[in-house]
């Protein structure tokens, strides 16, 4: 009675043996191992290859082709392709597959290093060569952001910036590399610095026309007009005994009426037009804002990164974008509340925007932590000096009398006056003191001031 059961049991384990045998013993499979063990990879791949089309749930297959591509064959796209497979079966091999990834990662990645430090002290010609290296780094192993960052520095170094900074990105997308990511911004930045000395290189002259036009105001003296305008087209002389002369420049539609040696009145019959071309302007303001997007991008994952802070300011004020600079410069003094040169920028920022009171403010915190800075010292007082300067021209343009500013141009002095002692070479700060005595009226102070800052240009 039992051997009719034992017969069926045999039957089964026949049955399986032949499945298994069917599966994991195929004629390409075992031909493929063959080959392997003689060393003749290209055939074993073909084997490989017809192996897992014709059984794709086969691990082994997938694993030995992906080994047999990346360690014999160098073919690391193809390597990754079949270990992939072999991963999504099972993890058998889990291990040996991360062991091959990492070994020519490192491999690749060290011989790129090599390569990039030899173009800097060597030759030029190794640069192409270490971003070959890297790129067969990322072909073995893709998701590692430090390759990456070697890929940029080495397509920065060459000077394809628009590749260096594809790489940076790419290391900032895969692992937040911040150092990789601030260099794509500093080639934004560079960018746009480019971009806008071609547009001032481009526009010199039409620009020093333009500027001469808005700085001639009611109060400028004539030889500031002369050497910002050129001669006038016509001049006519005021009545008789009178101190009155009418400039024309007809070509700017500009009319100036002279009291003395200053301007009285300014009118223009319409805009001038100077025909500057500002298209390199605009594209400095694209590059300058992408270079904003990566900081700001950082600044999100990092708002302590004072390093980025800093490049950003530097964007937000090439651009223009004052109000936004501002903002973010804040964040610097909250993090760094002892840095003096933190709240210097800060005040120089808010003094601006006009915010005249922040900004003394913030200079006045500079000073506590160091009552020496020169730089504070002059800026806490040419900001009491231009609030004074806006009360008074306020004033003008309604017509009416304001002695506030007189106020103001007292508060600059002492500041202004602590300067000359800590920089007694700098022309500048005596342009402005004596500008200041002569506000007051004091005519003495003024003159000696206005001396020492000729005697220090003339070097004497």
Known sequence: MKRPHIAWIGALIAVALMTQAFQCGSPEFTGAKVYIQQKNYKEAVRLLEAETQKNPGN??????????????LDDYV??????????????????????LRYQKWVDHLNEGVNLLNKAMTDSSQYYDKSIHEFN?????????????RYLGHAYNSKGVADSAITAYTKAWDLGQDKEAYMRAGRLY????????????????????IMRGLADIDRGSYKNDVMQALGAPDNVKKGPKNSKKEEWTYAKYNLTLVFEGDRVLTKTMSKPYDAGVDSTAYHNAEKEFSKAIAIFEKIKEVDPKDN????????????????????AAFKQAVLNEPGNKTNHYILGVLHRTTGDFTDAISEFKEALKIDPAYGDAL??????????????????????????EYKEKFKEAL???????????????????????????????KAQKALDQADKIRQGK
């Not at 691990?59 to 014999?72: I, N, Q, R, S």
């Open 378 to 403: 002059f800026d806490l007082g040419a900001t009491y000096y231009n609030w004074g300067v806006d009360i008074l021209k306020a004033a003008q343009d309604k017509g009416e009398e304001n002695v």
């Open 59 to 72: 691990e082994e297959a997938w694993y030995l082709l992906g080994l047999t591509k990346g360690k014999d």
């Open 78 to 99: 193809g390597m990754n392709m079949a270990f992939n497979a072999a991963l999504k079966l099972s993890n058998v091999h889990q291990r040996e597959i991360h062991a």
């Open 414 to 444: 002492p500041y202004l006056e602590q300067v000359t002692q800590i920089k007694p070479d700098d022309a500048q700060v005596w342009e402005t003191l004596g500008t200041i005595y002569a506000r007051l009226g004091q005519a003495d």
């Open 136 to 148: 067969r780094a990322i072909e073995a192993w893709s998701d590692t952001s430090l390759t990456y």
């Open 189 to 208: 930045t560079q960018r746009g610095l480019d971009l806008k000395s071609k547009f001032e290189t481009d526009n010199a002259e039409k620009l020093h």
């Open 307 to 326: 390093q980025n802070l800093s490049l950003l300011l530097q964007a937000y004020v090439e651009s223009n974008r004052i109000v936004e600079a501002t």
